[in-house]
């Protein structure tokens, strides 16, 4: 590793794009490297800069902002990109890491295919945050954004999700909390979901449950504040895949790990999941 010189701590960085992800609650989440980054960019483009400016005045950096988000026109995005061809430009978003939900996919898609170097400060985000707090199974995820505000498109929307074997992880709103969580307890009453709400904030909640259990929760006190909404991966339907027939079959042979990681190739099912289960099932044979 480098140690830069004094001088060096405060001279611009090299020309390019710096994707520069800043915190989601708690001020104290961004890196030394985003901090860095963000005083030594000529400029940085943000969706607003009364939301950026407060994060700047709280980290003492004086580095002049310009709005950039997804309704930006193609001439206004092309400046930013010729900007960042000749010094260096930071993109944030509000909160997070920008893309994620948030403006900057076309710009980065245009850097990509210019000249412009793009470098990704990671930091902070939400999705990630709600998953390691839910002690739902993380080793295969998929991340899906905010879930469609009409009944049926949100169903359709979880219709299309329902075989994926991977926790799903959405973003979402208080006031449509409710009727997310009555859509995935009709369609899905077996599965565990997680409502992570107002991460690294001082009111900071993660509840794990059946869907219906949490829509009564929230029906009676409604949620305040920002939301991910997590469910766990699907169970199989097939008789013939039972997961503790095929465990028990495989503790026959094999140690707990490599029992789960076959069971898992050949079901598809969440290795971490079938781990836990395949421990327990050695402990009952055990006593046996
Ligand atoms: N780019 C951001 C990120 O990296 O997480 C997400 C931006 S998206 C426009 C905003 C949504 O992210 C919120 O509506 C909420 O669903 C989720 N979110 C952001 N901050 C959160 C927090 N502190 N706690 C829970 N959810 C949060």
């Given at each position: 590793?480098?140690?830069?010189?004094?001088?060096?701590?405060?001279?611009?960085?090299?020309?390019?794009?710096?994707?520069?992800?800043?915190?989601?609650?708690?001020?104290?989440?961004?890196?030394?490297?985003?901090?860095?980054?963000?005083?030594?960019?000529?400029?940085?483009?943000?969706?607003?800069?009364?939301?950026?400016?407060?994060?700047?005045?709280?980290?003492?950096?004086?580095?002049?902002?310009?709005r950039y988000d997804d309704h930006a026109s193609d001439a206004a995005r092309a400046r930013l990109l010729e900007r960042a061809a000749q010094e260096p430009v930071a993109l944030v978003s509000d909160a997070g890491t920008p893309l994620i939900s948030d403006p900057g996919y076309r710009l980065v898609r245009e850097a990509r295919d210019s000249v412009v170097a793009v470098t990704s400060i990671p930091g902070a985000c939400a999705a990630i945050t709600g998953l390691t707090l839910s002690g739902l199974p993380n080793d295969r995820f998929l991340f899906a954004g905010f879930l469609p505000a009409k009944d049926k498109a949100r169903r359709d929307a979880l219709a299309e999700l329902a075989s994926v074997p991977a926790t799903l992880v959405f973003y979402e709103t208080g006031p449509r909390l409710v009727r997310s969580l009555e859509a995935l307890a009709e369609l899905w009453p077996d599965r565990d979901v997680a409502v992570a709400r107002e991460l690294t904030k001082l009111h900071e909640e993660c509840r794990t449950g059946a869907a219906a259990d949490l829509a009564a929760h929230y029906s009676e006190r409604p949620a305040k504040g920002e939301i991910v909404l997590l469910v766990a991966p699907p169970w199989p339907a097939a008789p013939d895949e039972d997961p503790d027939a095929l465990l028990r079959e495989a503790l026959g042979e094999l140690p707990v790990s490599k029992a789960a990681a076959r069971v898992s190739k050949a079901t598809g099912l969440d290795r971490q999941t079938l781990y836990a289960r395949a421990v327990a099932i050695k402990e009952e044979l055990k006593r046996s």
């Amino acid at each position: 590793m480098t140690t830069p010189r004094e001088s060096d701590l405060s001279a611009l960085l090299e020309p390019g794009l710096y994707i520069v992800a800043t915190p989601i609650g708690n001020l104290g989440d961004i890196t030394l490297r985003a901090i860095d980054t963000l005083r030594r960019c000529a400029v940085i483009a943000c969706e607003d800069t009364r939301v950026t400016g407060r994060l700047l005045a709280h980290l003492g950096i004086e580095t002049r902002m310009q709005r950039y988000d997804d309704h930006a026109s193609d001439a206004a995005r092309a400046r930013l990109l010729e900007r960042a061809a000749q010094e260096p430009v930071a993109l944030v978003s509000d909160a997070g890491t920008p893309l994620i939900s948030d403006p900057g996919y076309r710009l980065v898609r245009e850097a990509r295919d210019s000249v412009v170097a793009v470098t990704s400060i990671p930091g902070a985000c939400a999705a990630i945050t709600g998953l390691t707090l839910s002690g739902l199974p993380n080793d295969r995820f998929l991340f899906a954004g905010f879930l469609p505000a009409k009944d049926k498109a949100r169903r359709d929307a979880l219709a299309e999700l329902a075989s994926v074997p991977a926790t799903l992880v959405f973003y979402e709103t208080g006031p449509r909390l409710v009727r997310s969580l009555e859509a995935l307890a009709e369609l899905w009453p077996d599965r565990d979901v997680a409502v992570a709400r107002e991460l690294t904030k001082l009111h900071e909640e993660c509840r794990t449950g059946a869907a219906a259990d949490l829509a009564a929760h929230y029906s009676e006190r409604p949620a305040k504040g920002e939301i991910v909404l997590l469910v766990a991966p699907p169970w199989p339907a097939a008789p013939d895949e039972d997961p503790d027939a095929l465990l028990r079959e495989a503790l026959g042979e094999l140690p707990v790990s490599k029992a789960a990681a076959r069971v898992s190739k050949a079901t598809g099912l969440d290795r971490q999941t079938l781990y836990a289960r395949a421990v327990a099932i050695k402990e009952e044979l055990k006593r046996s």
